[in-house]
């Protein structure tokens, strides 16, 4: 039995990246805010029980990063994600999940639109220094009305 999904999902991740040497004889603390939040379609085939399913996302993610006392830097992204996976109905409502997917997004951009570079010395080099690009797994319970 076929079904066609619409669903909307968020992540949120406080991270703490943890001290480092401030070269003064002090520590510098960071600390990090990672919303994403995609909106996309997934198609369902089930067969009894168990069931197998395939989609795709498109996202927008928004950044925080905060190093000691000064100000917090704020950076957005947007992008996709594929994805495909299996679903086993415990009951009627209650699904196990398991699945996995790729996200794909483009360079960080800052608050002025402009994209965020690694620094190096006086010099920039490279390409912007963080996505949230990469392979997704997923594994838990889902619960559907």
């Known amino acids: ?37 995609e909106f996309g379609v997934t198609k369902k ?5 168990l069931g197998y399913y395939i989609g795709a996302d498109v996202g927008y993610m928004n950044m925080t990063i905060t190093a000691g006392d ?20 415990i009951n009627k409502n209650l699904l196990f999940d398991a699945g996995a997917g790729f996200r794909f997004y483009g360079e960080l951009m800052d608050e002025n639109d402009e994209e965020v570079f690694e620094a190096w010395g006086d010099d920039y080099a ?4 963080l996505t949230p690009s990469g392979f997704v797994v997923r594994v838990g319970l889902g619960y559907t009305l």
């Open 1 to 37: 039995i076929p079904e066609l999904y619409v669903n909307i999902s968020g992540d949120l991740v406080l991270a703490q990246l943890g001290v480092t040497p401030d070269g003064y004889g002090g520590e510098i603390e960071y600390e990090t805010a990672t919303a994403l939040v």
């Open 45 to 49: 085939f089930f067969t009894r029980q």
């Open 70 to 89: 000064s100000e917090e830097e704020k950076y957005y992204s947007m992008g996709g994600k594929v994805k495909a996976g299996i679903n086993y109905m």
């Open 126 to 129: 490279g390409e912007g220094w």
